[in-house]
């Protein structure tokens, strides 16, 4: 198992359960490391002074912060700390409110709380909590610090554990009624032409159907190039189209969702494939399992997908 990330305690009124704080996602990008191409040197980072034009070391470095009208105030390290918020081993349950009038966009880093310790006390006393908050349709709001920063927390249950997700606090989303919202109202036709295509799209959602495309074409040239395949970077065919008749782009939207049946094992004509963007065939390839896809071309991808 990882390493707990944060251990104290989970506290509502007067009761208090150990627990241990773990991350609920795992980091599956593909990282790189900066080199020197010429000779695949790292490249380091360094600190320079743009008044001297020398390095100078991190214990030097203040930390300045820009005000409106462009002046500087430099605090240090000390300065900082008197904002820092007191360190404490508790989350801090404040009140409990229905789960769904919470809006996601709240929502930031998902963890999962595990009970602390080996004794029975500890175990009883999360299976309390778990079994009382999986009787209602409530989660639990409060405060941790964790590490310098304070954070409002939500507590819920998941697959049989109790689960934290950091949240923003409400000044950090950005007010929508002075952001564009486009021009005129939509016409019913339209607007029911939408719809329907909405519900022809609509399905369960399963999150094991959408996979991370990008990494996996990553995935495919770093393996390629391993092999010393050669790598040929083919032309970005996008191009932005136009729309000049939305009803009509509409009606064959939705001619196409109820032909694909959501793509659901639906082999399409080359000339079907032809119409798709290379970065569409790509993806269909993908879902294909097409061997060589990340070096075709546009052409070859056509070709290769008109045969599975």
Not at 273 to 281: F, G, K, T, V
């Amino acid at each position: 198992m990882a390493r707990a990330l944060w251990t104290g305690s989970l506290s509502f009124g007067l009761v208090n359960v150990p627990v241990q704080l773990f991350s609920a996602v795992r980091d599956l990008d593909v990282h790189f490391t900066q080199l020197h191409e010429k000779d695949g040197s790292p490249i380091e980072t360094r600190r320079f002074c743009a008044e001297e034009e020398r390095e100078v070391p991190f214990e030097v470095v203040g930390r300045g912060h820009e005000l409106d009208n462009g002046d500087q105030v430099v605090l240090t390290d000390e300065e900082l700390g008197l904002a820092a918020p007191r360190k404490t081993r508790t989350i801090d349950i404040e009140a409990f409110v229905d789960l769904a009038d919470i809006d996601p966009m709240y929502f930031d880093h998902p963890y999962f709380l595990l009970p602390a310790g080996e004794g029975e006390g500890s175990k009883r006393a999360y299976q309390l909590l778990l079994k009382v908050m999986q009787g209602t349709d409530r989660a639990a709001l409060g405060r941790f610090v964790m590490r310098t920063k304070e954070y409002l927390v939500l507590v819920r249950v998941r697959d049989d554990l109790l689960s934290l997700t950091t949240m923003l606090f409400h000044d950090e989303i950005r007010p929508a009624k002075n952001l564009p919202a486009g021009g005129k109202k939509p016409k019913k036709a339209q607007l029911d032409r939408a719809i329907a295509l909405i519900e022809a799209l609509a399905v369960d959602w399963d999150p094991s159907q959408y996979e991370d495309r990008y990494r996996e074409r990553l995935l495919d040239v770093i393996k390629r190039k391993k092999k010393g395949k050669r790598i040929t970077v083919p032309d970005d065919e996008r191009q932005p189209s136009p729309v000049p008749d939305l009803m009509a782009a509409l009606e064959e939207s939705l001619k196409a969702a109820k032909g694909s049946g959501n793509g659901a094992g639906t082999k399409a004509s080359s000339g079907d494939l032809a119409e798709l963007s290379r970065d569409e065939l790509y993806e269909r390839a993908q879902e294909a399992d097409v061997s060589g896809r990340a070096s075709m071309s546009k052409d070859e991808l056509v070709e290769a997908l008109g045969g599975t």
